[in-house]
């Protein structure tokens, strides 16, 4: 039986795992560690190095090193190296492909298939580019899972008696979700999701980036922002500082010789308190506890329905993180789960599952946003509402706005907005030769259908001339080799 590797393909670090011989095994990299930075450096000969190998040259060759590529997947950004052009796709396969080989390293056979976790609110042309990185590096994407489930599966697999509703909050490098699901013997049935796909620690690390810049400004009339070796050594040592504030009151940011003037060179010196990094990212905190009441809310239920509150992600470790959850669930938080391998653990629990190696869980998950089609008036009339559970299929009808019209367009969109223009285009079917008759008279049925790994399929079908047309959007772009 071939083995299925869990991917934790992570916005600022990846981590892999196994199920090999009945156990949990987390694959360790070419440096020692289990966390592997989802960092890429190419250099003008377009040689590649992935991970703290390329995280250590950020510094001295920012423009050759892409980090938090997990942002831009599903996107049609385009990098320019070495005479050369890069997607995100091809980006995060560097890393994907780094991880498969590490893998083979680790376990001494060869790997071909995956399970690759994905923020539970990536749209579906994320979840699709996320497949089309997996399939470029070389692997058979078996299953995408989201990782606040993934996270839920991992908990599940250490506390076999546990049964109940559990709340997933899950703040990573670079995203932040929350999923509720309810578990009972076994199944772990997804109830609601919710989340942004652009906010994560990173974005705190920016917030106190911003503030030494300004206070580095006024003591010196400098703009730290327009020396990039600068920039990108704050950025590091805010990163360090805000993990270093997660256990102490105070830390100091100091980079010395970081600019210079005409007395001399300049050194940066500043200390920072707990209070001080917490009166900084208080809004992005109480912003994560909004979605945390929005996701109750969307499963009807009250804060006190919820029975475990499981910290997944980095940022989670964050004191003021934990005061403010305490404040909505008391004792209910749960650390017992490592937040760094918890969500690769998930994945290849999965994996297991689909090699038939563990038999005793099943997992339902939901369409994490609204698909629809687009009507006159540039109007979203939504054909799967999103929290659906996934299989799911649904129709509905609808008619011609023109006397004698040949053919309809029907144009495909993902979000929750009214408006088409501020929702996800993902992209079109045409049927043609339908009844020729007067507006509103031919009866034009549009049939949507989601598979377990969030593939979409439309149909559209005239019920008088029995034409019809379908799409399956499987594939965001025309995949790339590396």
């Known amino acids: 039986m071939s083995l ?3 991917i934790d393909l992570g916005t600022t670090n990846s981590v892999a795992s196994v199920y090999l011989n009945g156990e949990i095994k987390i694959v360790i990299n ?3 560690e289990i966390i592997t930075p989802s960092v890429v450096y190419i250099n003008e000969n377009n040689e590649v190095l992935v991970g703290q190998k390329a995280k250590n040259l950020r510094m001295l060759h920012p423009d050759n090193t892409i980090s938090s590529i997990k942002r831009l997947m599903g996107t049609n950004h385009v990098f320019k190296i070495g005479g050369r052009e890069y997607t995100p796709e091809q980006i995060s396969a560097f890393i994907l492909k780094h991880i498969k080989e590490l893998t083979e390293k680790f376990v001494g056979e060869e790997i071909n298939d995956a399970v690759i976790t994905v923020p539970a609110y990536f749209n579906d042309n994320q979840r699709k580019a996320t497949i089309d990185a997996g399939r470029i590096a070389g692997f058979n994407v078996r ?3 989201n990782e606040p489930t993934a996270s839920c599966l991992a908990y599940g697999l250490n506390k076999n008696n546990f049964d109940g509703i559990v709340l997933v909050y899950d703040f990573g490098g670079g995203t ?4 509720i699901l309810d578990v009972g013997e076994g199944v ?5 999701t919710c989340g942004d796909n652009k906010l994560g620690g ?9 503030v030494v810049c300004e206070n580095f400004f006024k003591d010196f009339g400098i703009d730290l922002h327009q020396d990039k070796f600068a920039i990108q050594k704050l950025y590091e040592e805010c990163e360090k500082a805000k993990i270093f504030l997660s256990t102490y009151d105070k830390t100091r940011i100091t980079i010395p010789f970081i600019s210079a003037n005409k007395k001399g060179p300049l050194h940066l010196d500043y200390e920072i308190t707990r209070k001080d990094f917490e009166d900084i990212i208080k809004n992005y905190v109480d912003y994560t506890i909004q979605i945390v009441e929005k996701a109750i809310h969307d499963a009807n239920l009250e804060l006190d329905s919820i029975d475990k509150v499981l910290l997944v992600g980095g940022s989670s470790n964050i004191p003021l993180v934990k005061e403010k959850l305490k404040e909505l669930f008391g004792a209910k938080i749960d650390n017992s789960i490592n937040p760094s391998e918890c969500v690769s653990i998930g994945a290849s629990i999965q994996g297991a599952i689909l090699n038939k190696e563990i038999d005793d869980i099943v997992l339902v998950d939901v369409i994490p946003i609204s698909l629809g089609v687009e009507v006159e008036g540039n109007l979203f009339i939504p054909i799967i509402n999103r929290n659906t559970p996934i299989p799911a299929e649904n129709n509905r009808l609808f008619t011609t706005i023109k006397d004698n019209q040949r053919s309809v367009e029907i144009n495909v969109y993902q979000g929750e907005r009214k408006v088409c223009s501020e929702n996800i285009y993902l992209g079109k079917l045409i049927l043609e030769n339908i009844k020729e008759a007067k507006a509103g008279e031919p009866k034009i049925r549009v049939f949507f259908s989601i598979d377990v790994d ?5 149909k559209a079908y005239d019920e ?3 034409v019809e047309q379908s799409i399956k959007f499987d594939s965001y772009r025309k995949l790339t080799k590396i």
């Open 202 to 210: 990173m974005d705190l690390d920016q917030a106190l980036v911003e």
């Open 176 to 179: 932040f979700d929350v999923s």
């Open 143 to 145: 299953r995408i899972i």
């Open 464 to 466: 008088d001339t029995k």
């Open 188 to 192: 772990y049935n997804v109830i609601s």
């Open 454 to 458: 969030g593939k979409l399929e439309v």
């Open 30 to 32: 070419d440096m020692g």
């Open 4 to 6: 299925i590797v869990g």
